[in-house]
């Protein structure tokens, strides 16, 4: 008898939130709302650890960033571990508009940063928190079609990128996936919906 025909998976339908230990208080409000724009909006003890706080911050898209506090603790910037298992960094996403206007604003604040770098796909900051976290600012590079989402656009782009066997993404391979997905997913009248060019 096949032992794996009683499990099954556990669905996951998103983050529902990420927890992070931090410092004092105040050092997680100005960093997560006065930094990052992030609305504080909802605070209580630490329901475990009775020494603790647990404040609340909306990264932008309903979901939950949440920060252990407690007065003793000092923001030390030491870049914290990245041993396996540990966080790597933590990416946030901001628009284009925004994106391009991040340097200037670390810069007026004396934060070190990566700058721009292009990841095909996206283009993306890295810069660390007050904490030592590694954290990334990222900005998709393309709108999904109606009805689609980014993910549908990745993994076009990532089928068309190994069919052609180009070593890493990029933007042709996102525009063609998004004419792909429009074509397959979206109706016209037309009988033939070929690339044409009526300048000939």
């Not at 949440?66 to 030491?78: C, G, M, S, W, Y």
């Amino acid at each position: 008898m096949n032992k794996n025909s009683d499990i099954k998976k556990i669905q996951t339908q998103g983050v529902h939130h990420i927890t992070i230990i931090g410092a004092d208080r105040q050092t997680s409000i100005d960093f997560w709302e006065g930094v990052l724009g992030m609305p504080f909006i909802f605070d209580q003890p630490n329901l475990d650890n009775p020494n603790e706080g647990h404040l609340y911050f909306d990264p932008g898209d309903g979901r939950l960033i949440t920060i252990f506090t407690n007065e003793d603790r000092k923001p030390d910037p030491t870049a914290v571990p990245e041993d396996t298992g540990s966080l790597h960094h933590l990416a946030l996403n901001v628009s284009q508009a925004t994106f391009w206007q991040v340097p200037a604003r670390l810069d007026a604040r004396g934060v070190k940063h990566s700058g721009p770098v292009d990841r095909g796909f996206m283009d993306s900051i890295y810069f660390r928190d007050p904490l030592g976290l590694r954290i990334e600012l990222a900005s998709y590079r393309f709108e999904p079609p109606e009805g689609c989402r980014h993910a549908d656009v990745m993994i076009e782009a990532h089928r068309i990128r190994v069919a052609r066997g180009d070593h890493h993404i990029e933007k042709e391979h996102l525009a063609d996936a998004i004419e792909l997905l429009v074509q397959r997913d979206q109706q016209t009248l037309s009988s033939d919906r070929s690339a044409r060019n009526p300048y000939a």
